[in-house]
């Protein structure tokens, strides 16, 4: 039996985390091992967002979201930028057919405004081809920040207040949530984080609340999906108390 089925034979398939994050780090680090550009990294990355999907598919993750550019990203040199978006429509041209075959949703959250015209018009018809598709979810961040998501949240509420569509004291958990980005998606129970650094880089932050994380030193352009069912095992392995305490989850 090899490394892959011995690993997804040990997960228990009734307790697979819905949502999973994935913060996709060491792109850059790859490529310099490989004496090659930042650019080659991320384009080698691509493979490891097909074996994740495939690797949800089969133990039955419902939602993936995945961090693919931040709003700080912007500071990064232009050329790499270019680069992104790049590949960003072409990997959307080349891979849509197949997913949308193989029932997955693509959706974005974060603030495409900013985003140049023919990576909008992409992520448009991306979004369209799969909208009804409900095997699994994935979900790109793109253009997005865990602060920016707050911002926007607390100024549309406070503008609904304002016209009185909605009184302060309304204001609560389930209020925040559904004015979020991530309105209707359940919280992630896992955030996985690749090639070693152990910080959450402003994503999710409400949304993380009560969320597991897990840290691999694998570098993302490496990441496949055995790497995902070792996360999952771990997951598993590990006690969701939410506040209570141990002999309280025994009751």
């Known amino acids: 039996m090899n490394k892959n089925n011995l690993n997804k ?12 994050a994935i913060i996709m780090d060491g792109n850059g680090r790859w490529a310099k091992n490989h004496g090659q550009g930042r650019l080659f990294g991320h384009a080698n990355g691509v493979e ?3 074996s994740v999907l495939q690797g949800c598919g089969e133990i039955g993750i419902k939602y993936l979201t995945i961090y693919a550019f931040s709003t700080e990203n912007w500071n990064r040199p232009k050329s790499e930028i270019e680069g992104l978006m790049n590949l960003l ?3 959307i041209a080349s891979e849509v057919e197949e997913l949308n075959k193989n029932g997955v949703r693509m959706s974005t959250v974060g603030d495409p405004s900013l985003l140049p015209l023919n990576c909008q018009e992409s992520l448009e018809r991306m ?3 799969t909208k009804d598709n409900d095997k699994i ?11 920016w998501d707050i911002i926007t949240t607390v100024k549309n509420i406070s ?13 609560d958990e389930k209020i925040i949530n559904q004015y979020s980005c991530f309105s209707g998606i359940p919280d992630p129970e896992l955030l996985i984080r690749t090639s070693g650094e152990c910080r959450i880089s402003n994503f999710m932050l409400w949304q993380l609340a009560y969320t597991e994380l897990y840290f691999t030193e694998v570098l993302w352009p490496d990441f496949r999906k055995d790497h995902l069912f070792e996360a999952i095992i771990n997951y598993q392995s590990r006690e969701r108390r939410f506040g ?3 002999e309280q989850l025994e009751e």
């Open 244 to 246: 209570k305490i141990s």
């Open 137 to 147: 979810h994935l979900q790109i961040a793109l253009n997005y920040s865990a602060r």
């Open 159 to 171: 503008k609904d207040v304002k016209q009185g569509v909605l009184s302060a004291e309304e204001i």
């Open 9 to 20: 034979d040990q997960i228990d398939l009734g307790r697979v985390p819905k949502h999973v």
């Open 89 to 91: 429509v072409d990997t």
């Open 48 to 50: 490891s967002i097909r």
């Open 127 to 129: 979004q369209e081809i």
